[in-house]
């Protein structure tokens, strides 16, 4: 008899606030930021009423995206006071914030720890050779700094997303020797729910030249990661990045299993919108996929959060029980 294969895959029906899109690194491949002093930063009252105008829409992931404020730049305070606000609005307005931006110091993550249901940064890729080329600009990007939110994240208990960026300027080594790390830091904390495998996607704003990532590789990248990283931590595939629907397949028969935040704008690759959830269903159904949606924290992690937290995550656990979730009103 064949052994029983689940045929789901998730996703989170996200919406994406920027507290700003002003950042002092300068990634080659990024088409998100704006020079410090040049993007106005969201203010309170606008996000409440974005935020208001999201409710009862089936949405239940706030990610809070951000460029970000050199540590020891004078406004660091303000920007981070900013990030904190937004999560604590958005939280209680009913949402479940997700926050990823950039590196913090152990001090500011625990701090965000009470306002958030998990939280993420990107490994992208250890090896130190990109800041002599994509990262040559960018400070937030050295490799040991961000290896070590990670652990932070650990020592502090909180659910924590990672990933790599693939297709810019790695070779495949590197792409084992990062997902090794990763799968080093869950064997030792726990805390790692999932890992984006991210394939670089050229947008109109970006000064690195090279092509995309091509999508026809990631099958089989997906089949090792799976072979490395320890069977608990869920593989993503961002779906708008891999467009043909049968390599969206290949992908999920290598072993990926969740589609991650999805919603009216891909603020990082905003030259790639999400596709509709009728769409994705329209490839998923059948193929034998149900798409089901799910909270950003993973249930295995609840009892990591705090009891205001978990009041939140409880109500959201039953609203998706209810299935009332299953078409949110945007897609
Ligand atoms: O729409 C996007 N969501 C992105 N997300 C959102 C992500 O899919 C969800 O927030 C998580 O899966 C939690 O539900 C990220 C979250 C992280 O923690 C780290 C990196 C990313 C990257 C993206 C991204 O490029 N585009
Ligand atoms: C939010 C995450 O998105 C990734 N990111 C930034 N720019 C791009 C791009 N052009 N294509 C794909 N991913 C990108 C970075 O790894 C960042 O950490
Ligand atoms: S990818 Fe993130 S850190 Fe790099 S320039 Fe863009 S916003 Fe800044």
Redesign the pocket.
């Known amino acids: 008899m064949a052994s029983p294969v689940s045929r789901t895959v998730t996703y989170s029906p996200a919406y994406t606030l920027v507290p700003t899109?002003e950042?002092?690194?300068?990634?080659a491949?990024?088409?998100?930021?704006f020079d410090p002093g040049k993007s106005p930063w969201l203010t309170l009252p606008d996000a409440e009423i974005l935020l208001k105008s999201l409710q009862d829409k089936g949405i239940c992931e706030i990610l809070i995206?951000?460029?970000?404020v050199h540590p020891r730049s004078s406004r660091r305070q303000a920007w981070f006071q900013l990030i904190y606000d937004l999560c604590q609005l958005a939280l209680s307005m009913g949402f479940l914030p997700h926050t990823n931006v950039?590196p913090l110091s152990c001090e500011e993550m625990a701090k965000l720890k009470n306002v958030n249901v998990s939280m993420g940064l990107m490994l992208e890729q250890l090896t130190p050779k990109l800041l002599n080329t994509v990262?040559k600009h960018?400070p937030?990007?050295i490799p040991e700094y961000r290896l070590q939110q990670l652990e932070w994240a650990g020592e502090l208990a909180i659910p924590f997303t990672t990933g790599l960026l693939l297709g810019i300027g790695e070779s495949s080594g590197d792409r084992w020797e990062t997902l090794e790390a990763i799968s080093h830091i869950h064997q030792r904390y726990h805390n790692i729910q999932e890992v984006i495998l991210q394939p670089h996607s050229p947008g109109s704003q970006q000064t690195f030249d090279a092509p995309p990532f091509d999508p026809h590789q990631l099958p089989e990248l997906i089949a090792k990661a799976r072979q490395i990283l320890p069977s608990d931590i869920t593989i993503q595939i961002p779906p708008n990045l891999v467009k043909e629907p049968s390599w969206l397949l290949a992908c999920l028969d290598a072993g990926a299993r969740d589609l991650g935040g999805i919603g009216p704008i891909d603020e990082?690759n905003p030259d790639y919108p999400h596709p509709e959830y009728q769409k994705l269903q329209q490839i998923l159904s059948p193929a034998g996929w149900e798409l089901v949606a799910r909270l950003p924290v993973y249930p295995y992690f609840d009892g990591w959060l705090s009891k205001e937290l978990q009041r939140n995550v409880k109500e959201w656990r039953s609203a998706i029980g209810a299935s009332s979730l299953s078409v949110p009103n945007h897609l």
């Open positions: 899109y950042c002092f690194n300068r990634c491949y990024c088409n998100f930021r995206l951000s460029g970000e950039g990262h960018a937030s990007k990082v």
